[in-house]
């Protein structure tokens, strides 16, 4: 799950001490949602350990990640654990496994997965916080054991090119034998002629900067078996807001898709060459007026400045074995932007370990991920 504009991009948190009050209050609802816990829909009581996030260059080994608790380490133990430090806009995160739950009771350990009911459906793989962009990863529990070689990145790419109110957080994972990275972004913005190529520039230097510490295990998010790439990307529809207000009304997203410049830098070989976008069937997330349906530019005069509303809110994924099973958006209302869900069937190598002595076989299994979207939005 990822977040743009977590905490408001002002000065104070861009430029000093990291907010992440509303990362552990969201941390906390999805927790509860996931697993069907009491307060899932909303509010929250009930107690929460310190956000747990990695510092960026944290690496774990298989081995460490199977034996260490999810829950936020000791003193000691964060002592002893202590990452290789790597100059970063994110220097200022901690390290720490963290199970985020309202008890500290209840673990999500080796040998240990509890909730309230004893049965929690997922855990927490890591979370990351760089100013306003957030991501999380969370995993089913019959899986946790499979997870290794965990390891985050920050590409900061906003004031002066470097702060992180714009750029990215990538994640890198195994499960089983296949390698997964999931990257989130929040690109620069601006709907002006050639604004574009400085989204282009911005991923350019998110993959030539991304990088993960030496191992076994992939250094560059290209290196990945299977990436999504998700996030606020911010490619706007080059048509006058009249027109492309018209055409949503009339749901013709195709004639909008032709303008898209995601779509066409795409086609043009500028940037994203390889990736995969699902079919859109659903309008623009992009701008709404506070707390409404309406998009913005509709309680603007004619003469002044109206934001096209546009599709910036992006999922695009890369690698073989991955299949899209569905791409929607949701109708929340407490932002300007949409948000957009997808889902994935992932195929999964993993070692056949009733074999591997005698040949070292591997079998091909599929990780099906469950489906949390109750329905398809039906546009056509």
């Not at 991009?9 to 552990?24: H, I, K, M, Q, Y």
């Not at 944290?58 to 990640?65: A, G, M, N, W, Y």
């Not at 509303?309 to 991955?322: E, M, N, Q, S, T």
């Amino acid at each position: 799950l990822r977040f743009q504009e977590i905490v408001p991009l002002n000065a104070g948190n861009v430029l000093g001490s990291e907010d992440n009050a509303p990362a552990r209050k969201w941390l906390r609802l999805i927790r509860r949602t996931l697993n069907g816990l009491p307060g899932g829909g909303g509010g929250g009581g009930g107690h929460c350990d310190p956000i747990a996030e990695l510092e960026d260059g944290f690496e774990t080994s298989s081995d460490l990640f199977r034996r260490r608790s999810f829950q936020s380490s000791s003193r000691s133990d964060r002592t002893q654990l202590q990452p290789e430090r790597r100059h970063s806009v994110c220097d200022r995160a901690a390290d720490s496994w963290l199970e985020v739950d309202d008890d500290h009771n209840h673990d999500c350990g080796h040998g240990s997965f509890s909730s309230v009911d004893g049965k929690s459906k997922f855990c927490m793989v890591a979370s990351k916080q760089m100013v306003g962009i957030f991501l999380t990863v969370w995993i089913k529990a019959d899986l946790k054991n499979a997870v290794g070689n965990l390891k985050v990145s920050c590409v900061g790419r906003g004031l002066m090119g470097y702060l992180g109110n714009k750029g990215s957080i990538s994640i890198s994972m195994s499960l089983h034998r296949t390698s997964f990275c999931f990257v989130c972004s929040h690109l620069s913005s601006g709907e002006r002629d050639g604004d574009e190529l400085r989204r282009n520039s911005d991923v350019m230097e998110i993959l030539r900067k991304t990088r993960f510490p030496r191992g076994n295990s992939p250094r560059t998010i290209l290196d990945h078996d299977r990436i999504v790439w998700l996030g606020d990307l911010n490619y706007r529809i080059s048509l006058s807001y009249r027109y492309a207000k018209a055409l949503v009304e009339m749901q013709n997203w195709r004639a909008l898709l032709e303008n898209d410049q995601l779509r066409l830098e795409q086609r043009n070989g500028r940037v994203f060459e390889g990736w995969n976008e699902g079919k859109i069937c659903f309008p623009p997330t992009y701008k709404y007026s506070n707390n409404s349906d309406r998009y913005a530019g509709e309680n603007v005069h004619p003469k002044e400045k109206r934001r096209t509303p546009a599709w910036c809110d992006r999922i695009l994924w890369c690698g073989r074995g991955l299949r899209q099973l569905s791409y929607v958006r949701g109708e929340s209302r407490f932002s300007d932007h949409r948000p957009v869900y997808s889902v994935f069937l992932a195929e999964v190598e993993s070692v056949n370990r009733n074999r591997i002595k005698k040949s070292m076989s591997y079998s091909s299994s599929r990780v099906e991920v469950e489906e949390l979207l109750p329905f398809d939005y039906g546009y056509n």
